[in-house]
């Protein structure tokens, strides 16, 4: 009798694709004439979880190209985190 090895290597290989097309999703920041840079490293820091050189690296990309990713992962936990952004004032966008 002959078994396929590859039916389980196959089924890790779509989940594992299945993972990785869940986390396309990004929050993007763009920049603005009202946010401070202190205000927009704050948020990122508080909401996106990011510390203090990541969030002052993510202010000054946006400040110099008009946009950055700020966080990746899956649209459901993203979602809330773009909420809390908007409503803090930043520009940013689920994509």
Do not use: R
């Amino acid at each position: 009798m002959i078994t396929n090895h590859f039916s389980d290597t196959e089924e890790l290989l779509e989940l594992d694709l299945l993972t990785k097309e869940e986390e396309l999703n990004s929050i993007i920041l763009y920049n603005d004439d009202v946010n401070t840079f202190e205000w927009v490293i704050e948020c990122l820091m508080k909401y996106c979880g990011h510390d203090s050189i990541q969030a002052e690296q993510c202010a000054h990309i946006v400040h110099f190209s008009g946009k950055c990713a700020i966080k990746t992962g899956a649209f459901e936990k993203l979602k809330p985190i773009c909420e809390t952004l908007l409503e803090k004032g930043l520009s940013v966008e689920l994509n």
